[in-house]
């Protein structure tokens, strides 16, 4: 059997250097940090959802003020 051209010649490349992984461990995370995260994700949610509730609220007198 009759290997591809470009797979017969990626078996006899070698690399020219070893590649070196440096392996760095996770930074450890306390109750407060997971807490402070999710007090800033729903702080910005409820931000989000009070001026969407104030746009929808002005939209509607507006529309109400035109009949």
Avoid at 13 to 42: C, M, N, R, W, Y
Avoid at 49 to 64: I, K, T
């Amino acid at each position: 059997m009759r290997l591809p051209f470009t797979f017969s010649l990626l078996a006899f490349v070698q690399p020219s250097s070893p590649i070196i992984v440096k392996i760095i461990p996770p930074k450890e995370e306390t109750i407060s940090d997971v807490l402070v995260g999710a007090l800033g994700v729903t702080g910005v949610m409820v931000l989000i959802a009070l001026v969407a509730a104030v746009v929808f609220a002005g939209v509607l007198f507006w529309v109400r003020s035109r009949e």
